[in-house]
């Protein structure tokens, strides 16, 4: 199957400090890539899908200037938790749909966050 | 919006038995099934995806079946084994194949095998 690469797999940062993750697409374009967060022992909560040149469509209740996303080119694409707080410590998970693959959805390995 | 409803929550059998975990759907638009694999501290994997027009795909020892009258699909593993082991989402979707809709997930179900 095709292969989505998420980085970094696990991070710790401070309380106020904004940091990055990436999702890649290593061998399909991916003009639509979604972000999640998955608590433990709880199924995948959508936060944003992410369209390649356009802004970001939140769900309700997620914070956008919160939680930036940028999809930048076909094979990346970032989402930053800015000003992080404790309880932003979660699982965060990308997919990305493969056009070339029947539009079938794989997903990166997942990204922890742990916010001190 | 769409509703996916899994059940059991959790499973467990014997190596060797069968499987069985099921999944209903609300939206009637929805033409696109797939199910993860997720094991602790990973990402979900495709293990096996099924669209409205077929009615049951299999793949070695797991398949899928798909009642769109009754908005039910199911995930059967045949001959399970130990690493079979994973927590299993199903999801729907509408439109073409995850095109540009999103994925709405059931509530997991924890697998496990038993030696």
């Known amino acids: 199957g095709a292969v989505v690469s998420q980085h970094p797999s696990r991070v710790i940062c401070k309380s106020g400090t904004s940091v990055k993750i990436e999702c890649r697409s290593l061998?399909?374009?991916?003009?639509?890539m979604f972000w999640y967060r998955q608590f433990p022992k709880k199924s995948l909560m959508l936060m944003a899908t992410s369209n390649e040149g356009s802004k970001a469509t939140y769900e309700q209740g997620v914070e956008k200037d919160k939680f930036l996303i940028n999809h930048a080119s076909l094979t990346l694409s970032t989402l930053t938790v800015t000003s992080a707080h404790p309880e932003d410590s979660s699982f965060y998970i990308c997919s990305a749909r493969a056009g070339s693959i029947g539009n079938t959805i794989y997903f990166g390995e997942g990204s922890w966050l742990t916010v001190v | 919006g769409e509703n996916v409803e899994q059940h059991p929550s959790t499973l467990s059998v014997q190596e060797g038995d069968s499987a069985v975990i099921k999944c209903t759907y609300s939206d009637s638009a929805s033409n696109y099934f797939p199910w993860y694999k997720q094991e602790l501290g990973k990402g979900p994997q495709l293990i096996i995806d099924?669209?409205?027009?077929?009615g049951e795909k299999k793949d070695q020892r797991i398949a899928v079946t798909l009642n769109k009258t009754a908005k039910h699909f199911s995930l059967h593993i045949t001959e399970t084994q130990p690493e079979d082991s994973a927590v299993y989402f199903c999801?729907?979707?509408?439109?073409?194949?995850?095109?540009?809709?999103?994925?709405?997930f059931g509530t997991g179900t924890q697998l496990k095998v038993e030696l």
């Open positions: 099924i669209r409205s027009n077929v």
């Open positions: 061998d399909f374009q991916a003009t639509t």
């Open positions: 999801a729907a979707s509408i439109g073409a194949p995850g095109g540009g809709n999103k994925l709405t």
